[in-house]
C-alpha cells in the first residue's frame, strides 16, 4: 500500500468502521443536490454599496491573494455571515468566555 496522508488515513478507518453508507439513486440525490447549489448560488440580484477606499484596497488585496475577483469575495464574505458560519470577533470573543 502506498504511503497515505492523515486525512487518506482517517477516511480509510472511518470506511473500514463502516462509517459511511452508499447513497440509494445515486444519479437522482445528485442531480437534487445539484439543484440545491444552483439555488444557493443563483445571483439574481444587484446591490450598490459604499466602501471607505481603505476597506476596497484591503478587498481587493484579500481578493488577488485568493486569485479571485473582489466582489466574489464580498459575496462570499456576506454569504457566510447571514449562514451563520461567519461571525465577528467580538461575538466570537463572548461565546468563548
Same mark, same amino acid.
Given at each position: 500500500?502506498?504511503? *497515505?496522508? +492523515?486525512?487518506?488515513?482517517?477516511? !480509510?478507518?472511518?470506511?473500514?468502521?463502516? =462509517?459511511?453508507?452508499?447513497?440509494?439513486? &445515486?444519479?437522482?440525490?445528485?442531480?437534487?443536490?445539484?439543484?440545491?447549489?444552483?439555488?444557493?448560488?443563483?445571483?439574481?440580484?444587484?446591490?450598490?454599496?459604499? *466602501?471607505? +477606499?481603505?476597506?476596497?484596497?484591503? !478587498?481587493?488585496?484579500?481578493?488577488?491573494? =485568493?486569485?479571485?475577483?473582489?466582489?466574489? &469575495?464580498?459575496?462570499?464574505?456576506?454569504?457566510?455571515?447571514?449562514?451563520?458560519?461567519?461571525?465577528?470577533?467580538?461575538?466570537?470573543?463572548?461565546?468563548?468566555?
Amino acid at each position: 500500500m502506498s504511503k *497515505l496522508i +492523515q486525512e487518506e488515513r482517517e477516511l !480509510l478507518t472511518a470506511v473500514e468502521r463502516g =462509517e459511511w453508507q452508499s447513497v440509494k439513486n &445515486l444519479d437522482k440525490e445528485r442531480t437534487r443536490y445539484q439543484g440545491c447549489a444552483r439555488a444557493t448560488f443563483k445571483k439574481d440580484r444587484r446591490i450598490n454599496i459604499r *466602501l471607505s +477606499q481603505k476597506d476596497l484596497d484591503a !478587498l481587493q488585496t484579500l481578493a488577488l491573494q =485568493e486569485g479571485i475577483p473582489y466582489q466574489t &469575495l464580498i459575496a462570499s464574505i456576506l454569504h457566510k455571515y447571514v449562514a451563520g458560519s461567519l461571525v465577528a470577533r467580538d461575538r466570537l470573543a463572548m461565546s468563548q468566555r
